[in-house]
């Protein structure tokens, strides 16, 4: 006998939210993806091929079922998705500068062009056409320029842009999906927990940022940066085979968002090493000059507030919390004031350098706190 309840939280495993979005957004209607698939005449054309006999050739207009935008895609982020997904495919070359990307994949041929011309050749047939524009559009779709706001995908998915994401109808519950109930499942756990790892390199990066100054050699800070990065890289990695191999659109979307904070903590841990050199840089406010200190502390307060707010915004995807994601939204509230303040008050105490100090430090810390909010988004 089966149950269709299931109370028992243990039970019940991993609950995600899946975030909504505005049906023109690329995260929604996915660029006129189905209008591809299903092969529109004006998108997809057909021809045999001229590298090899008997083979075909599809020219697609992706710039046109996208909407059609400046660039269909960001290259430099489409660049690093084939990055991420080298070992499956074979003659990987990109160029951000210019804007193509060019690999093959299971024998195929594939150019891809910035305005969003991609050129496949080398197919087997109609079918193998469509097969592996289904593979591409997944591939690259992070890098994909939305219609809607024109960002790219993997900024929609957190919201960026302040206008992709649809809250629920009021008194209206989130949408939410049993993790455990996808094949893809693993993969995205294994990206979530290399995030983790990740950002357990900004917590000591920041607890660092917290002692200065450090006396004697510093602890080996290039090799908490290389550890971060390559935490980010294999998060990046599962969460595009886990876009790849999940085959519900709306699910997929899961993994954009692991990338979303995956460039989230890029940009944390690039505020944090600022924030470090920036400090290193001017010695004698830390303890020497003794009005220097009230600031300094604030200031520094507030980077491990902010820095809180994104682990618990990323806590709240996990666990599919809407509540924690507003009380992170209020929280982010209250700490801009904060800051605010404590700008207000260091440009009255009238000490010059102490003012422009704190001003960039104020936003560096507005950065990371912004990352949490971003976060927050997915659920709340
Ligand atoms: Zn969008
Ligand atoms: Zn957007």
Redo the contacts with the bound molecule.
Sequence with gaps: MTSEVDFEPSRRGTVLVLPRFEDA?VLSEGVGFDRLIAGEERLVYVQPCVAERGRLMATINLGEAAGPPRQAFDPAILCSLLGAYRSRLAEVRCSPGLGIGKMRWKGREISLFRRGKIVIRRALNERDVYRTIRFLLRLIWGSVT?G??G?TAV??VV???G??ARAPPAREKAQTVRLEALLSAPLWTKGYEDLERAAAEISSLQDLVAKLPVEGPHPPIERLESDFRRYVQRAVHSALLFVIETPERDKAVLGLALMGLAHGLEMVHGSSMRILRRLEGEPDLLGALPEAEGPIKAVLGAMRTAWEINVEAMRAFRHGDSDSGLRVKKRYGKLREDLSKLEEETARSGDERLRLVIEDLVREVGTIAQRGLFAAQLVA
Excluded: A, K, Q
Aim: proline share 0%; net charge positive.
């Design positions: 957004c939305c809607l706001c960002r900024n929609c919201n960026e842009c206008r992709c």
